[in-house]
């Protein structure tokens, strides 16, 4: 597709819930993103990903979070046992990598309600 | 210190003025900085990218980075309506170029 495509758009679990968050970045971009973005505040860095090599996963909060890309395209972020702390918008971002790899392409997002 | 830290604001301008967004950074070794814009209930959009020290201009905005004091700028020429949105400044964390640091946003709005 031409931009980043995130699915489901909007997702609302009851607390406990396990979840996951589907990310299809830019054809051929090799580095992919994921960031939190909670309400007034700018995005926070989770993790990411060089083709299907997890390269840096210090942002995600908790043992909770899981994200996979096993064959370089599509990511999934897995959220195991929702906590209520756990709404935001999760971003999606992809970018071509090397000296571009700062402009970063996010997607629409995905907004998770726990309840 | 905040890695980045912007006005909040809201910030807001006559359709026509200049729109000054102002953005500081504690890291004296970060090369690269980037602007985003926000739309409410949309994803950031990048609008610019400066790299070295100086301005650059692209169209009605223009970026000013200067190391030495650790601040990056943005301006908005001819201030429309359609720009009111939250700017987010962002630097890289380490070596990651895409690892970033995002300010909290300044929230403009262009009033015609």
């Known amino acids: 597709g031409a931009g980043v495509s995130q699915s489901p758009r909007y997702k609302v679990a009851k607390r406990g819930q396990d979840v996951a968050l589907r990310c299809d970045p830019i054809s051929g971009h090799v580095s992919l993103f994921w960031y939190q973005q909670a309400l007034g505040q700018g995005p926070e860095f989770l993790t990411y990903f060089q083709n299907e090599a997890q390269l840096d996963k210090s942002g995600l909060p908790s043992d909770r979070f899981f994200a996979e890309r096993p064959e370089g395209s599509v990511s999934t972020l897995k959220i195991q046992r929702t906590q209520q702390e756990d709404s935001a918008v999760y971003l999606c971002?992809?970018?071509?990598?090397?000296?571009?790899?700062?402009?970063?392409?996010f997607g629409e997002g995905s907004r998770l309600t726990v309840l | 210190q905040k890695e980045v830290e912007q006005n909040s604001g809201p910030l807001s301008v006559p359709e026509g003025a200049i729109a000054s967004l102002n953005c500081t950074y504690s890291?004296?070794?970060?090369?690269?900085f980037f602007w985003y814009r926000q739309y409410s209930g949309k994803s950031p959009e990048l609008i610019m990218s400066i790299y070295s020290n100086g301005d650059k201009e692209d169209g009605r905005f223009t970026a000013q980075l200067n190391k030495a004091s650790q601040y990056v700028s943005l301006l908005i020429r001819d201030s429309q309506p359609s720009d009111s949105a939250t700017y987010l400044c962002?630097?890289?964390?380490?070596?990651?170029?895409?690892?970033?640091?995002f300010g909290r946003g300044t929230q403009l709005t262009v009033w015609p």
């Open positions: 971002a992809s970018s071509l990598g090397g000296t571009a790899a700062g402009e970063l392409f």
């Open positions: 962002a630097v890289p964390r380490g070596s990651t170029l895409g690892r970033l640091y």
């Open positions: 890291d004296r070794g970060s090369q690269s």
